[in-house]
């Protein structure tokens, strides 16, 4: 039946006499729903922030770059047992020659100690009386920097002549710069930093890297020596418990132009077998790990999470609409009279169902309104307090007001109904 919309604004403003009127009742009725609605704002906020930054900071890593690891992450996404990774054998310096010499694809290989899998080298960094924090410190080739896209800020990255010459040459991430010679002004090209207990000239300065809100995940924290110094100072790093050893070495690639990244992948698997002597039907005791496959695994998990806030924060809503019900139920037993009159008068069914109905989705929007402005300032404050970045689109406003205004409806029904169908005579006789 049709509803006249004149009824409508009659309707709102009972909704709101009647919100007024019970205030302590109506904040109970909702305490629920905001609960719910603040946490699916607050973390959404939260898990979209982590995820820009994260992907920002990936971005800055070539798209067509391939890794080359004892054992990723992937490995573990794939369900290998830790025991059976450890058992393959550590990535070396032969590797990433017979890949340099046996490729028909590749532009360049890198080898990286101490950044691969495996135990990392930190150490603070010293200029003057300035230190900054533990730094991840790594040797890589003179390729990194045009693999990794990071744009210098001051000086150049170190060649192969000090490479092969196995220099105390370093190229300090954007933190180190920060915390040494950024607040006084200095420019670092040329000075002698000490990194552990060795000294090194610096020859160049990353930029920062570019991620949301600020927030790089550490990203900057590293400072980069040629793979040759980081042997003859640290050695191959190799961490040895009783199910193997584990050495942090990476080797990433890049193929040539005009080259897909599968024929590259294909040639580097083909050489990492028969340098491993490995059979037709052996699995691969390495793995080779893109950008995309990475971002496919985070966009696994990042979907994991969201799944599990949201069944978390249904569990919330339906308290708050199981209260909504018995609430409602209350209020149609105390305003039974009122509905014998409304009926007498010429009331509908469907005007008495709509009545309650709105009630109930006022009560629960109020609850939704107030759980979006709790979440967006938890979201901010955290943001404020740690740098965290926090990502509030539009549609997170919009879920949680619905899901406000549907707990209302769902939960409403039954009560509403109820009313709707009263007999207006024993309404009008009930004490």
């Known amino acids: 039946m049709a509803i006249r919309v004149g009824l409508i604004d009659e309707v709102v403003a009972m909704a709101f006499d009647t919100v007024r009127s019970n205030k302590m009742r109506s904040g109970l009725t909702v305490l629920g729903v905001v609960i719910g609605i603040t946490s699916i704002v607050g973390m959404t906020s939260l898990v979209r922030g982590f995820d820009q930054s994260l992907r920002d900071m990936i971005r800055t890593i070539g798209p067509n770059l391939i890794f080359i690891q004892r054992f990723g992450v992937t490995s573990f ?19 990433a020659r017979a890949l340099e010499e046996q490729n028909t694809t590749l532009s360049y290989v890198d080898l990286e100690f101490g950044a691969g899998p495996g135990p990392s080298n930190q150490q603070r960094a010293f200029y003057r009386d300035q230190k900054t924090r533990p730094q991840l410190v790594f040797g890589t080739s003179e390729h990194f920097a045009n693999g990794t896209r990071i744009p210098m800020l001051a000086g150049r990255y170190f060649n192969g002549t000090e490479l092969q010459y196995r220099r105390n040459v370093a190229v300090l991430g954007n933190t180190s710069y920060k915390v040494l010679f950024e607040p006084f002004g200095i420019d670092p090209i040329g000075k002698q930093v000490r990194v552990g207990n060795q000294r090194f000239e610096v020859v160049g300065v990353f930029d920062e890297r570019p991620t949301a809100g600020g927030f790089n995940l550490g ?34 690639v ?56 949201v069944v978390i924060s249904s569990i919330a809503l339906m308290v708050g609409g199981i209260g909504v019900m018995a609430i409602m139920s209350i209020s149609v037993t105390e305003r ?62 919009a879920i949680g007001l619905g899901f406000s205004a549907s707990v209302g409806i769902f939960f409403g029904m039954w009560p509403a109904v109820k009313a709707s169908r009263l007999d207006p005579i024993e309404a009008l006789r009930y004490e």
Do not use: C
């Not at 590259?264 to 390495?286: C, Q, S, W, Y």
């Not at 008068?345 to 009560?363: S, Y």
């Open 254 to 309: 890049l193929p040539r132009d005009g080259v897909s990244l599968e024929a590259a992948i294909a040639d580097v698997e083909r050489i990492m077998r028969t340098r491993h002597g490995l059979k037709l039907d052996e699995p691969n005791d390495f793995d080779i790990t893109t950008q995309d496959q990475f971002l496919r695994l985070w966009d696994r998990i990042s979907q994991g999470t969201f799944l599990a806030l």
């Open 336 to 397: 039974t009279r009122e509905i014998g009159v409304r009926k007498a008068l010429g009331a509908r069914r469907a005007e008495i169902l709509f009545q309650f109905l709105m009630e109930a989705a006022f009560l629960t929007s109020v609850g939704g309104v107030i759980g979006i402005l709790l979440g967006a300032s938890i979201g901010w404050a955290v943001h404020l307090i740690s740098g965290f970045p926090v990502s509030l689109p539009w549609w997170s406003f």
């Open 77 to 95: 996404a794939n369900g290998a047992e830790l025991t059976d990774l450890l058992k393959r054998p550590n990535l070396s310096l032969s590797d």
């Open 219 to 252: 990203a900057d924290d590293f400072i980069a020596i040629p793979y040759s110094t980081y042997q003859r100072i640290f050695g191959v790093r190799v961490f040895t418990n009783r199910n193997g050893t584990s050495a942090a070495v990476q080797i990433s």
